[in-house]
């Protein structure tokens, strides 16, 4: 197969794993850039009020997300395997199967939501005082989801297909398509977060259709596959889609648990410090995809290595990657905590207004936020690897962990017992505890790994 110059099993694993993570570390800052840049132009364009809605209603985005990356890393893995063995055309099946699936299912989200957006954004946490801003949002956010999907799917596979620049390029060209929509929509335009959702919408699009372009036009070994139309073709893809699921369900949790911590953090906040703690706390949210973007680039970047390796029994090279995987995802986690630590009064100012209440609420507590960047790394590195493994069972389990089992009971007791402090340490605390745990187990002589 000609692998592009990408040979996942004979190249020297530095090199092949920063081939792979630096484009892949760019297109995913251009992610987050978008994201960050989306909350200022909203937090200086609307207000706080306008910060808060787009918070709220957040969760939808990311749970549409993380049924991408699920079916992404699953597909890639069960693709990457079958590449091992030179089985090219089973590749092929899986990630049409793949494509096709995950279309129904947002397609048939999206229209749910569309017939009642209302039951939505007040189930998340809405107030009357910001439904309207809701509303808008969650509305014009819908036309793009399922191009979203495409996009989340392709950057796995496109990797894979030895064009890691192109999927790089897919993510830089949707970003700055978003920001420049963003600031047109909201300021010369006046639209709100309405002129938000439209920018994020048709970013998508551009995104997805690109993506739907390189696997029918420049790829080179990964194309669509034309599936039969019967009985035993449906229950394959049933198969293997339960498969793939299997396989990504711990990337799909940790979009989950994200809107999970969005929806329980929302809840906390609105109780104790109401609209102004919501805003202030939709700081810290839109900074969170800079922490998953580059912890997620690490894991990402290791996947196909791992996985490849892993099919054809190199398991000295996959304990390489897992190595090379772990130091980096510390090293970018620490930067950014430093970085939250040195800036939080510059970075707060870039959402809220120096004068409100907000922005003294986000400033005191960011530094204290900021903590649980170098263990959200490392989870994120290791959750990673026994997905690419094939361990479905301790990828889940740890993802449960982190994301929910631990940090909805501590999202709850810990400002009972510390005040408002306890409302920014729940997360840290929980991410914390969730390495303690990965980095025991690992190190327990076991057969898990």
Same mark, same amino acid.
């Given at each position: 197969m000609n692998?592009?110059r990408?040979?996942?099993?004979?190249?020297?694993?530095?090199?092949?794993?920063?081939?792979?993570?630096?484009?892949?570390?760019? /297109?995913? =800052?251009f992610n987050? %850039?978008?994201t960050?840049?989306d909350?200022i #132009?909203?937090g200086?364009? @609307?207000? !706080?009020? &306008?910060?808060?809605?787009?918070n709220?209603v957040?969760p939808?985005?990311?749970?549409?997300?993380?049924?991408?990356?699920?079916?992404?890393?699953?597909?890639?893995?069960v693709a990457?395997?079958r590449?091992?063995s030179?089985?090219?055309?089973a590749?092929?099946?899986?990630?049409?199967?793949?494509?096709?699936? /995950?279309? =129904?299912?947002l397609? %048939?989200?999206?229209?749910?939501?569309?017939? #009642?957006?209302?039951?939505? @954004?007040? !189930?998340l &946490?809405?107030?009357?005082r910001?439904?309207?801003?809701?509303?808008?949002?969650l509305?014009?956010l819908?036309?793009?989801?399922?191009?979203?999907?495409f996009?989340?799917?392709?950057?796995?596979?496109?990797?894979l297909?030895g064009?890691?620049?192109?999927?790089?390029?897919?993510q830089?060209?949707?970003?700055?398509?978003? =920001?420049?929509?963003?600031?047109?929509?909201?300021?010369?335009?006046?639209?709100?977060?309405?002129?938000?959702?439209?920018?994020?919408?048709?970013?998508?699009?551009i995104?997805?259709?690109m993506?739907?372009?390189?696997f029918?036009?420049?790829?080179?070994?990964l194309s669509f596959?034309?599936?039969k139309?019967?009985?035993?073709s449906?229950?394959?893809?049933v198969?293997?889609?339960?498969?793939m699921?299997?396989?990504?369900?711990?990337t799909?949790?940790t979009e989950l648990?994200m809107?999970?911590?969005?929806?329980?953090?929302?809840?906390m906040?609105?109780?104790?410090?109401?609209?102004?703690?919501?805003?202030?706390?939709?700081?810290?949210?839109?900074?969170?995809?800079?922490?998953?973007s580059?912890s997620?680039?690490?894991?990402?970047?290791a996947?196909?290595?791992i996985?490849?390796?892993?099919g054809?029994?190199?398991?000295?090279?996959v304990?390489?990657?897992?190595?090379?995987?772990v130091?980096?995802a510390?090293?970018?986690?620490a930067l950014?905590?430093f970085g939250?630590?040195?800036?939080?009064?510059?970075?707060?100012s870039?959402?809220l207004?120096?004068?409100?209440?907000?922005?003294?609420l986000?400033?005191q507590?960011?530094?204290?936020?900021?903590?649980?960047?170098?263990?959200?790394?490392?989870?994120?590195a290791m959750?990673?690897?026994?997905?690419?493994i094939?361990?479905?069972?301790?990828?889940t389990?740890?993802?449960?962990?982190r994301g929910?089992?631990?940090?909805?009971?501590?999202?709850?007791?810990?400002?009972?017992?510390i005040?408002?402090?306890?409302?920014?340490?729940?997360i840290?605390v929980?991410?914390m505890?969730?390495?303690?745990?990965?980095?025991t187990?690992?190190l327990?002589?076991?057969?898990s790994?």
């Open positions: 692998r592009d990408i040979d996942f099993g004979k190249e020297k694993i530095g090199p092949l794993f920063r081939a792979i993570f630096i484009p892949t570390l760019i /297109g995913m =800052i987050t %850039a978008l960050v840049i909350g #132009f909203v200086q364009g @609307v207000g !706080a009020d &306008g910060i808060a809605a787009v709220i957040a939808v985005f990311m749970v549409c997300t993380g049924i991408g990356l699920m079916l992404g890393i699953g597909s890639s893995v990457s395997i590449l091992a030179d089985n090219v055309k590749a092929r099946i899986i990630m049409t199967q793949a494509f096709i699936v /995950g279309t =129904i299912v397609g %048939a989200i999206c229209l749910a939501f569309l017939l #009642f957006p209302k039951g939505v @954004v007040y !189930a &946490g809405c107030s009357q910001l439904e309207d801003y809701a509303m808008d949002y509305l014009w819908l036309p793009g989801l399922v191009f979203l999907y996009e989340c799917v392709g950057m796995m596979l496109i990797r297909d064009s890691p620049r192109f999927a790089m390029w897919i830089v060209t949707a970003a700055v398509v978003n =920001i420049i929509l963003d600031w047109y929509m909201i300021f010369p335009l006046g639209m709100g977060v309405k002129g938000a959702a439209m920018a994020t919408s048709i970013a998508c699009m995104g997805g259709l993506v739907l372009g390189y029918f036009r420049f790829h080179k070994v596959y034309r599936l139309v019967s009985a035993k449906f229950m394959l893809t198969r293997n889609t339960w498969y699921v299997k396989i990504g369900f711990a799909f949790l648990a809107s999970v911590m969005m929806l329980t953090g929302n809840y906040f609105m109780s104790m410090l109401h609209e102004d703690g919501v805003a202030a706390f939709a700081v810290a949210c839109y900074l969170f995809p800079l922490v998953f580059i997620n680039a690490v894991a990402q970047s996947q196909p290595i996985s490849f390796n892993y054809a029994r190199y398991m000295d090279r304990r390489k990657t897992l190595r090379l995987s130091m980096t510390i090293v970018c986690g950014i905590t939250l630590w040195m800036g939080e009064g510059t970075v707060t870039l959402f207004s120096p004068d409100s209440e907000a922005y003294l986000a400033k507590g960011l530094p204290l936020y900021a903590v649980c960047a170098v263990f959200f790394a490392i989870n994120i959750i990673g690897y026994y997905q690419s094939e361990k479905a069972l301790p990828s389990v740890y993802t449960l962990l929910i089992v631990l940090l909805v009971p501590i999202f709850i007791l810990l400002p009972h017992i005040g408002v402090p306890g409302l920014w340490l729940a840290p929980a991410e505890l969730t390495s303690v745990i990965i980095i187990i690992y327990l002589p076991s057969r790994h």
